[in-house]
């Protein structure tokens, strides 16, 4: 029997990179899926992939900054497969520049999409998951949110929250038997940050992670035995330093 039989999860950022990657890999295992992002044709084509194999899934289409897509997507979690085991808060953008540089209105755009969405979601899933006295989740980070880079402020900062936000929440969840976890990759292979710091060439050129070494990480913290969890994986490619 897969590993995540039985198990229902919700995906943030679903329609590409590291949360198109984690669907798979938890389709993979037998997780019934809940995927969300901006992007609806992404959105169809991901659900269309899970079930021709074998898989189960469907989608809602909302921001992730706002509450309504928070609330639509837990509903439809309960909706559709009667139950939510699995949050990963993958949602987030990057923007790369130095303080004096980046605006208020960047800053917001940051912090909504990587603070505010985490907070949104993990609020709306925690009652649900309370009730069942189980459930897993995982914020995915950055090594940004362990180190502070130059020229990645407001970045970082928004990173560090998420780190400090599942702290916490292990604190305050575990004796309901909810884990929460954290998983920090350094660089990732995706479309994120394009045009606001990174270009296609520096990406496909660079030695950075691939999509799918962070979902085999994200995977591993959701098929761990009922008396253990993960609280953070921190992952760097063999060619980079740990900071």
Request: with cysteine; net charge negative.
């Amino acid at each position: 029997m897969a590993k995540l039989t039985g198990k229902v999860a919700i995906i943030t950022g679903a329609s590409a990179g590291i949360g198109q990657a984690s669907a798979l890999a938890l389709a993979g295992e037998g997780a019934k899926l809940v995927l969300t992002a901006r992007r609806q044709e992404r959105l169809e084509q991901l659900v269309e992939d899970v079930k021709a194999s074998g898989g189960d899934a469907v989608f809602v289409v909302g921001d992730a900054r706002e509450e309504e897509t928070a609330i639509k997507t837990v509903e439809a979690a309960q909706k559709h497969f009667g139950r939510l085991d699995i949050l990963i808060n993958n949602a987030g953008v990057g923007n790369y520049k130095n303080l004096v540089d980046t605006s208020a209105d960047e800053y917001d755009e940051m912090m909504d999409s990587n603070v505010r969405s985490t907070f949104l979601f993990t609020r709306h899933a925690v009652p649900v998951m309370r009730e069942q006295k189980s459930g897993n989740i995982l914020m995915i980070s950055s090594m940004a949110g362990r180190y502070g880079f130059p020229g990645e402020a407001v970045y970082c900062a928004t990173k560090f929250a998420q780190v400090g936000f599942a702290q916490a929440l292990d604190n305050e969840l575990r004796k309901d038997g909810i884990k929460v976890g954290v998983i920090c990759p350094g660089g990732v292979k995706t479309e994120f940050a394009l045009g606001k710091g990174r270009t296609d060439d520096s990406v496909r050129e660079s030695g950075m992670l691939e999509p799918e070494d962070v979902a085999g990480a994200v995977l591993l913290a959701c098929t761990q035995s009922p008396g253990s969890r993960i609280i953070e994986i921190r992952m760097r490619t063999m060619d980079e330093s740990l900071a």
